[in-house]
C-alpha cells in the first residue's frame, strides 16, 4: 500500500521515511492556483502534530490529548464515519515535557494503532473505530508518556516511550499486531541483555562494543534513571530486516551529575525486527551536555553517491546536535558528518575515525560547570532540527529539512531523583544568532557531500513536517500557520495560504476520485509553541522556549482544524 502514491498510509509516507509522492497533477506551474476545499475542526486547543492518514476513501486525523482519533468519508468531506476518544487520567498531562502532542496513528490489516498519552497502545477497527485490543507500554506515575506515532513492519507493531525529562529508561518495543502480546522490548542503556546487544556481533565505528558498553560509561546505578527516550521516528528496510530509530538525553540535564559517556543516549541504532537484537549502533553526542536528542527520522536512501562512492544502501540523519549525518545502513560506517546551520558552534567537527564530535570548551556546560550560565550556545536545545520530519525527493536528490536557527544560555544545576518529578537540572534561555533576526530556515540539503544547496530564512521555527512531489516542489508549514510550497530547484516560494492556526503537523497528499489533494493539521503547540498551548509566560518556562517565541501570539492564535488543499476544477 505504501507505494500507491494514491493513498497515505504510513505517517512518514512510506518505510523508508521519504515523505515524498509520486503525484504529480500539483506542479510548481500550477501550485499558486491551490485552494482550500475543505477543513474539519478537530475541538482541541493545543499543539497537532504528526498528520493525517488516508486508506481508501477514508482519511483518519487525530488530535493531542485527549487524543480523539477521527474517520472522514471522503465522499462527503468533514463528515465523521466514526470518533474514539479514550478515557484517560488527565494527570497525564503533568509529565508530558512539551505540549500535549501526539504524532499521529499507524495503520495496517484492517486496525488504526493509537499510542495515547498515557502510554496505552489500542488497536481499533479501521471500519468501526471500536477497540480490537490494547496494552499499556508504561507508567505516568513514573514519567512515562508517550507522543509518537506506532510502526508497523511485518506482523508486529514497534512503540517507543517519551519521559527523558524525568528520568525514565528509554525503550522500544514490538506487540503482535493481531493481539497485542509484546514480542521483544528493547531499552537504551543498562547491561547487555536489557538492550540486547551481542558484545562480540553488535558493532560500533567497526568494532565489537564489547561486554557492558552502556554500563561502564555511567557512574554507579545511574543508567537506571538514564534517559535515552525513543519519542521520535522508526523506519525499516524489509531487505535487511532491520529498524532503525534513535534515542534522546541522558537524564539530567546537568553533565557534571553524569560523568562518562552516557551509552546509548543519544545514539541511531539498527536493530533485527524479529528479535529486537541490535546489529550495529552509532552515538551522535557522547556524554550529551545540551539536550541534543538524538530521535529525529532515519532516511533511508538507494544507492547515494558520497564522494568517490556509491552506497547502495545509505542512513540519512538530519540531528538536533546541528550535524546532518550520511552513514553506510548496512554496517553503521560514518561517511559524511557536517554542519546544517553555520550557526552550530558547540563542535567544530566530527572526528570521522573515532565519530566523536570535537567540543569546543568555551560552550561545554560540564566545562564551565555547575551553577554557571554558558551562554551563546548554538544550537539551543530544540537543536537545529527538532522531530519535524523532512522530505527525501529521489526525483530531485535532494533532502528538504525543517529547521531552527536558534541558540541559547545554558546554566546547570543539582538536581536529585523522584519518580514521577522533573530531572533536569538546567535553566536555559534561547534566542535567534547573533547578528540574525530570523528563528528558521527551510533548507535543501545533499547528503552526499554534506552541503547546502538553498536555504530560505523564516521568522520563526520551522516546525511542521515536509512533503516533496514529483511535481517539483515541496511543501511545508510555519509556526505563523502558512502552508508554503517551494521549487525543489531553488527554494523559491511558489504558494503560500494562512491556516486557520499555526502549522507544527506534517503535510500529506492523496487523490480521491483521480483528483490530487494536500491536506495539513494546523494546532499551533509543541515545544517551540508551549507558551501559548500551555498558558506560559516565564522567559525561562518551558524549558526555556517560551521567552523566545513570546512574539508569535503576534502573528497566530490556537487552534486544531484540518485544512485540505485542491487546484479548481
Known sequence: MQRDPNQWVMPNGNYASWRYSELNQITRENVGNLKPSWRVSTGVLRGHEGGPLVVGEVMYIHTPFPNRVFALDLNNPGRVLWRYEPTQDPSVIGVMCCDTVNRGPAYADGKIILSQADTTVVALDAKTGKEVWKVKNGDPA???????????????????????????????????????????????????????????????????????????????????????????????????????????????WNPVQRPGDNKWSMTIFARDANTGVAKWVYQMTPHDEWDYDGVNEMVLVDNLQVGSQRVAKALVHMDRNGFGYTLNRENGQLMVAQKFDPAVNWATHVDMETGRPQVVSQYSTRAQGEDNNTKNICPAALGTKDQQPSAWSPKANMLFVPTNHVCMDYEPFRVSYSAGQPFIGATLSMYPPQGSDNMGNFIAWNPGTGKIAWSKPERFSVWSGALATAGDIVFYGTLEGYLKAVDTKDGKELFSYRTPSGIIGNVNTFTHKGKQYVAVMSGVGGWAGIGMAAGLQGESEGLGAVGAYKSLSDYTQLGGVLTVFALPN
Open 142 to 252: 513514573k514519567g512515562e508518556t508517550a507522543t509518537m506515532a506506532p510502526m508497523v513492519f511485518g506482523d508486529k507493531v514497534l512503540i517507543g516511550i517519551s519521559g527523558g525529562e524525568f528520568g525514565i529508561r528509554g525503550h522500544v518495543t514490538a506487540y503482535n499486531l493481531a493481539d497485542g502480546k509484546q514480542v521483544w522490548r528493547a531499552y537504551s542503556v543498562g547491561s547487555d541483555e536489557d538492550i540486547k546487544f551481542d558484545p562480540q556481533k553488535t558493532m560500533a565505528m567497526g568494532q565489537p562494543v564489547g561486554a557492558n558498553s552502556s554500563i561502564k560509561t555511567w557512574e554507579g546505578d545511574q543508567w537506571k534513571m538514564g534517559g535515552g527516550s525513543t519519542w521520535g521516528w522508526f523506519s525499516y528496510d524489509p531487505d535487511l530486516n532491520l529498524i532503525y530509530y534513535g534515542s534522546g538525553n541522558p537524564g539530567t
